[in-house]
């Protein structure tokens, strides 16, 4: 059974870089049918993507973040993680990783981490 | 990037009865549309993809319909359990983009 959880630190100050890893269980990560993307959601707020790694490992990033955010993947450790820089209060959010198909049209997130809170504050 | 748009925001309804959602894509999306609810403090659940396709355990009452820039949930009779916030999400191009929820309430 596929399972994703994510971990990294809780609380941030401003200027800061954002540091998460998303550590998957039940499935290889360098599987061709797969692709890795992290979701955002702040306080009271609705779904932001923010980005997501291919089997390729190409990316694609949300433009609104592209400039401070970068995606890796270590295969060894079958997980994938999420760099944000220069972080401010605004990007204090739950962030959940997830899971999508790589076929074209196919990017639909079928599978959910249960999500971490960071919180950005001096 | 195309912006997805729900409607109501909040459906206040009753168990057993039925409840339709809206979202609505700034530009054809054709059937590259999922629909997901999320309960507090869960993360979302896929319930439906290419804006019409059951996902694996999702329930028969749910059902989706729409192409192009129009698309329907609909819950033919809600149970204690349907009560959440559901999220469009479409998937027809980069950047990926979510609709800004529906929340379902008693």
């Known amino acids: 059974q596929l399972q994703l959880q994510e971990s990294g630190p809780g609380l941030l100050k401003p200027s800061e870089t954002l540091f998460l890893t998303c550590t998957v269980s039940?499935?290889?990560?360098?599987?061709?049918?797969?692709?890795w993307g992290w979701i955002r959601q702040a306080p009271g707020k609705g779904l932001e993507w923010i980005g997501s790694?291919?089997?390729?490992?190409?990316?694609n990033y949300n433009p609104s973040l592209e400039s401070r955010v970068t995606m890796s993947v270590d295969t060894s450790k079958n997980h994938f993680s999420l760099r944000l820089n220069s972080v401010t209060a605004a990007d204090t959010a739950v962030y959940f990783c997830?899971?999508?198909?790589?076929?074209?049209?196919?990017?639909?997130?079928?599978?959910w981490g249960q999500g971490t809170l960071v919180t950005v504050s001096s | 990037e195309i912006v997805m748009t729900q409607s109501p925001a909040t459906l206040s309804v009753s168990p057993g009865e039925r409840a339709t959602l809206s979202c609505r894509a700034s530009?054809?999306?054709?059937?590259?549309l999922a629909w997901s609810l999320q309960k507090p403090g869960q993360a979302p659940r896929l319930l439906i993809y290419?804006?019409?396709t059951r996902a694996t355990g999702t329930p028969t009452r749910f059902s989706g319909g729409g192409s192009g820039t129009e698309f329907t949930l609909t819950i033919s009779s809600l149970q204690s359990e349907d009560f959440a916030v559901y999220y469009c999400?479409?998937?027809?191009?980069?950047?990926?983009?979510f609709g800004g929820g529906t929340e379902v309430v008693i």
């Open positions: 039940g499935a290889p990560i360098s599987s061709s049918s797969h692709s």
């Open positions: 790694l291919h089997s390729t490992w190409s990316m």
């Open positions: 999400q479409q998937y027809h191009e980069w950047p990926i983009t």
């Open positions: 290419d804006a019409s």
């Open positions: 530009q054809s999306i054709s059937s590259n």
């Open positions: 997830g899971r999508h198909d790589s076929a074209p049209y196919q990017a639909y997130f079928d599978s």
